[in-house]
């Protein structure tokens, strides 16, 4: 079982200014590595305070600098925002860097927030998504390359910082479209999940839907396909603690589904107000749902979700609103101290039977 942490960068507000919530990113990163973690994800948004990390390969490459052996991912390169021939060329240069270490994860986008003030509609997003998928191989593997499509065009190239993983880097899919999820399995990439803040019902459901996206494509989910789950989780013996964690989980959220549903509202057009919603969980139904409370708690529970759902990777999510910095990385060497390796020995080869 590989860990990762997963860093949105986020601003909760002006009392964090842009550059502490860009050294907190790094620093996480950095601790994360001491601590053992396999990966650090760092997500694409733009425009407003839900996510301050514009170009993930750009976080990739000077993390790569400030660490040795940990992974550096990107959760995710929203593709239809990209020029194709930059984008081929900066992955090549983002592995070269890390020595080999990126995971180049890819989605299609859905904050038509960010779409508009690129230029592109949205609604051309999975057409222009595919194309990527289409160019992504033959730049990233052939000396010389082209493609002519709807929306992309590329005249005979060559990229000339090439990618140190041979034949090119692992690509991590995201989608909650079981169209694209299935080209992502039969194209033998990996998928990247969530559950959102639901609990074990919504991750028994998840894994029905993958199972039948994996069989609908001619493959087996759990032989054939490698796919991560992206998880909310924190361990403490302190309510209060956990309360501050929980209360960012759900700001993300609030800002999340009010840029996706186009009812963002800001003062300043920037800072989008944090506004509550009917279908919000409250804090008591997050705490059901989620690895959160005592170190073993959330051990019995990240197993208990791990033997419904099977994935290879689980990311956490760290940095999100205001959590506290210095809180926040005890937690990640809490991680890696206690928890990560007691998950891990439970699912060492003898006990898979119990798992299984």
Same mark, same amino acid.
Request: proline share 5%; net charge neutral.
């Given at each position: 079982?590989?860990?990762?942490?997963?860093?949105?960068?986020?601003?909760?507000?002006?009392?964090?200014?842009?550059?502490?919530?860009?050294?907190?990113?790094?620093?996480?990163?950095?601790?994360?590595?001491?601590?053992?973690?396999?990966?650090?994800?760092?997500?694409?948004? =733009?425009?407003?305070?839900?996510?301050?990390?514009?170009?993930?390969?750009?976080?990739?490459?000077?993390?790569?600098?400030?660490?040795?052996?940990?992974?550096?991912?990107?959760? &995710?390169?929203?593709?239809?925002?990209?020029?194709?021939?930059?984008?081929?060329?900066?992955?090549?240069?983002?592995?070269?860097?890390?020595?080999?270490?990126?995971?180049?994860?890819?989605?299609?986008?859905?904050?038509?927030?960010?779409?508009?003030?690129?230029?592109?509609?949205?609604?051309?997003?999975? #057409?222009?998504?595919?194309?990527?998928?289409?160019?992504?191989?033959?730049?990233?593997?052939?000396?010389?390359?082209?493609?002519?499509?709807?929306?992309?065009? &590329?005249?005979?190239?060559?990229?000339?910082?090439?990618?140190?993983?041979?034949?090119?880097?692992?690509?991590?899919?995201?989608?909650?479209?079981?169209?694209?999820?299935?080209?992502?399995?039969?194209?033998?990439?990996?998928?990247?999940?969530? #559950?959102?803040?639901?609990?074990?019902?919504?991750?028994?459901?998840?894994?029905?839907?993958?199972?039948?996206? #994996?069989?609908?494509?001619?493959?087996?989910?759990?032989?054939?396909?490698?796919?991560?789950?992206?998880r909310c989780a924190y361990a403490s013996d302190n309510k209060a603690e956990i309360d501050a964690y929980l209360q960012c989980a759900l700001f993300q959220r609030r800002i999340s589904e009010s840029l996706k549903y186009r009812r963002s509202q800001s003062d300043d057009g920037y800072m989008i107000k944090e506004v509550p919603y009917e279908t919000d969980p409250t804090?008591?139904?997050?705490?059901?749902?989620?690895?959160?409370?005592? &170190?073993?708690? &959330?051990?019995?529970?990240?197993?208990?979700?791990?033997?419904?759902?099977?994935?290879? =990777?689980?990311?956490?999510?760290?940095?999100?609103?205001?959590?506290?910095?210095?809180?926040?990385?005890?937690?990640?060497?809490?991680?890696?101290?206690?928890?990560?390796?007691?998950?891990?020995?439970?699912?060492?080869?003898?006990?898979?039977?119990?798992?299984?």
């Amino acid at each position: 079982m590989e860990f990762g942490v997963f860093i949105l960068a986020q601003q909760r507000g002006y009392h964090q200014t842009s550059q502490q919530v860009i050294n907190n990113s790094i620093q996480q990163t950095v601790v994360a590595e001491q601590a053992g973690f396999d990966s650090a994800w760092y997500a694409e948004h =733009h425009f407003n305070n839900y996510s301050l990390s514009p170009s993930p390969l750009m976080m990739v490459a000077h993390m790569a600098a400030k660490t040795k052996q940990i992974r550096l991912g990107t959760a &995710v390169c929203i593709l239809p925002l990209y020029q194709p021939a930059r984008f081929l060329a900066e992955v090549g240069f983002a592995d070269t860097v890390s020595n080999g270490r990126l995971d180049l994860g890819v989605g299609s986008g859905y904050q038509e927030f960010e779409f508009e003030r690129f230029g592109v509609d949205i609604a051309d997003s999975g #057409a222009i998504y595919n194309e990527f998928l289409d160019i992504l191989p033959k730049g990233l593997t052939q000396q010389s390359f082209s493609h002519e499509g709807r929306f992309l065009k &590329v005249p005979p190239s060559s990229i000339a910082v090439r990618c140190l993983q041979s034949p090119m880097p692992p690509v991590w899919v995201t989608s909650g479209n079981p169209v694209t999820l299935g080209r992502g399995v039969r194209e033998n990439y990996n998928l990247f999940v969530t #559950a959102l803040l639901n609990g074990t019902e919504a991750i028994r459901g998840l894994r029905e839907r993958l199972d039948k996206v #994996a069989g609908d494509n001619g493959k087996d989910l759990d032989r054939d396909v490698k796919f991560g789950f992206l998880r909310c989780a924190y361990a403490s013996d302190n309510k209060a603690e956990i309360d501050a964690y929980l209360q960012c989980a759900l700001f993300q959220r609030r800002i999340s589904e009010s840029l996706k549903y186009r009812r963002s509202q800001s003062d300043d057009g920037y800072m989008i107000k944090e506004v509550p919603y009917e279908t919000d969980p409250t804090i008591e139904q997050m705490r059901s749902n989620l690895p959160v409370g005592s &170190v073993n708690q &959330v051990i019995d529970r990240m197993l208990e979700e791990i033997s419904i759902l099977k994935p290879k =990777h689980i990311a956490i999510q760290t940095q999100l609103g205001d959590f506290d910095q210095k809180t926040m990385l005890r937690q990640i060497e809490l991680w890696g101290e206690r928890i990560i390796p007691a998950i891990r020995k439970e699912l060492s080869p003898h006990q898979n039977r119990r798992l299984a």
